[in-house]
């Protein structure tokens, strides 16, 4: 088994087309921020360790591609040096060398094709949603809570309406219409969507195939700051959300992003906008709810969000309450639960900056509830702006104040992290996250420590 695996990590090494076919597909196919990563691993062989590339038909074209234009360079070589075994070899390991560019080459051939299929696709899911006169629809963008917010909203209304849900990481605008296409229901009365972008005018065209009855955006935060550059940026492009809800549609948020979109009642004619004040405590119809002990003050302004949309709704109180008991939340966001034998809170989805903190609070809660110290895994926060570019120092000074020890794990980040905790007593340093396993419940006995686990970060990051 050894002399194979051995074979495969040469031949991984010798002609990394997976490799490099990942970097393309981790960054949606987005030849510029490929690009960007070259520097970086362009000499690098055998970097997946844990993640694979997804064979996806795009992802199959693409090294389709890649390998006829290294067959052609072959070619090109051999008629090129076939007298000359110096010239031959020299060629074959340039040919190897460049399979980094042959990725790249094969992706911008290939592109215009998956851009016509994608906007038919597009096509054909607006029309399949315009046929579905009495169906209504809600939207949720934002930085982040979209997903908890999404799962209490479904909590609501599913007794008083046919609805349906994606559930998953489905958020982008081509993911969304591959879904109605496959998945939506003739009878659906109510479609709950998540909806998410990398650039200016992605959820527009998300709006585009299911113009939303109801739209939420939870907050304008410091997600994907690294491709957005500003808040200006960012908050336009969450506001595309309000712009492409229906005539007579109820806009859903709170003041302080209110301000940050620059939407008053009066910038969308013919829309309702309502504002939500989790911090005046949780009503519903004018009534306090019982809000589950357990929600963390962040999951409690998604409840907010999700109790709005269920009053537009009109859901009846004694629904609402009902569901009160049997709100969870989605996986891996600030979820209680067992980790590697300990008790523990999974945050382990996204992070920023203000998910890092509001994970770091709650997990403090749940460790303090169970006499327990807390103990922090830490990778860092990627895609960082340039007004937010000492985040992963700032999380280290939080990591510092709030968790009685961190975990750092060997990422591009470690040592700007390592330098915002500042005392090497409180941390220690591992390869990976497998490594820290290893000796965990030795060094970390589970009966004394509460585990938070923030992202490990992908291959590339490593």
Known sequence: MEPLRASSRLIRSLFPFGDFLYILQREEYDGMRYLGWMPRFFFRRNFLKYERTVYT????AVLA???LLFALWLGLTYLVARQSLELSVLGIAAGMLLIPAWVLLAHGVSAPFFEIAKRRLWTKASAKVKGQTGMRIVAIAGSYGKTTTRAFIYEMVRHSYRTQVMEG???TTTGVAAWLLKHLSAST?????ETDAYAPGEIRDTMRITPPDVAVITNVGDQHMERFRTQTRLARTLREAFEGARAGATLITDAATARALEVTDATFAGRALRLVDASAGLLYQGEQVAVPASLSASNRANLAYALAVADTLKIPASF?????????????????TELYGYEAIDDSYNISLTTARAGLEAARAYAAERGKKLLVVAAGIPELGPADKDGNWALGELLRERADHAVVLETMFSNEIRRGIADESNYDRYADLPAFLEDAHAKFPPDEWVLLL????????Y
Not at 57 to 60: E, I, M, P, T
């Open 454 to 461: 923030q992202p490990p970060l992908p291959d590339i990051y």
């Open 169 to 171: 990481n489905i958020n």
């Open 189 to 193: 009365e109510l479609l709950i969507i």
């Open 65 to 67: 591609g890649a390998d």
């Open 320 to 336: 609402v309450r009902d569901s009160m008991g049997a709100l969870a939340l989605p996986d891996r966001r600030q979820q209680p």
């Open 57 to 60: 038909k795009r992802a199959k």
